[in-house]
């Protein structure tokens, strides 16, 4: 069955460094993966999605590729702010489509 | 507009008691999903709705949960005799309709509801 691995460890970067979080899947290689922020006591927010025959997609300081060779995606903040902490989440969806499996997320901590 | 609200934000419960959690989806939302999510852990799929369609259970854990939606709009969560492996953060989302072919459609979520076993 499918999986997803985030890596579970919190990720520490400085300011106005670039973070890069990364979202690896195990089994086939779904339409398209979307990535979300979660921030502690609330939901997850939509960020971005990325299709299958996209390599690359961006949104201001947000940047995420798609491998299905490597079956992993990369979500690159670049100048990043305190404000960017949060937990990061990736999903995909089962062959239902509607239906998405979650990754654990991780977190990221920008220190001023 | 309103976003998708939950209630009761916290909810602490004794062991073997029912619990009702209820979710608001954004108005013009055909689709619902109800998710759980443990500390450090992944959202557990457990529900979800699609306008008049049968809700896909699969996700559901027991018989003990059940779940209903009314007038295509707001949802409960029903959980029968509470056990502490219950506990858990309560997700809702909604998204636009989703008939047929690819969606592609962004899950809108509620802020959740602490649901706490003792």
């Known amino acids: 069955s499918q999986k997803i691995e985030q890596n579970s460890e919190a990720l520490n970067i400085q300011e106005g460094k670039t973070a890069t979080l990364t979202c690896n899947y195990t089994?086939?290689?779904?339409?398209?993966l979307q990535w979300y922020r979660q921030d502690p006591g609330r939901g997850p927010v939509f960020l971005l999605l990325?299709?299958?025959n996209e390599k690359e997609k961006r949104k201001e300081r947000l940047k995420v590729t798609f491998d299905t060779t490597l079956k992993q995606s990369l979500f690159h903040i670049t100048a990043s702010q305190p404000a960017d902490s949060a937990t990061y989440l990736c999903?995909?969806?089962?062959?239902?489509?509607?239906?998405?499996?979650w990754g654990a997320g991780t977190k990221l901590i920008i220190k001023p | 507009g309103a976003g998708v609200s939950q209630s009761p934000s916290n909810k602490v419960t004794e062991k073997g008691k029912d619990v009702e959690l209820r979710c608001d989806p954004i108005s013009g939302h055909t689709a619902l999903y109800w998710y759980r999510q443990s500390l450090g852990q992944g959202l557990e799929f457990l529900i979800y709705f699609q306008g008049n369609s049968a809700p896909d259970k699969s996700g559901l854990p027991s018989d003990r949960f059940s779940a209903e939606r009314t007038g295509g709009s707001v949802s409960t969560l029903t959980i029968q005799r509470t056990q502490q492996e219950d506990s858990a953060v309560y997700l809702c989302?909604?998204?636009?309709?989703?008939?047929?072919?690819?969606?592609?459609?962004?899950?809108?979520f509620g802020p959740g509801t602490r649901l706490t076993v003792l």
């Open positions: 990325i299709r299958e």
């Open positions: 999903a995909l969806p089962l062959d239902s489509n509607y239906q998405l499996i």
């Open positions: 989302a909604s998204s636009l309709a989703s008939s047929g072919g690819v969606s592609y459609n962004e899950q809108f």
């Open positions: 089994n086939y290689s779904p339409a398209y």
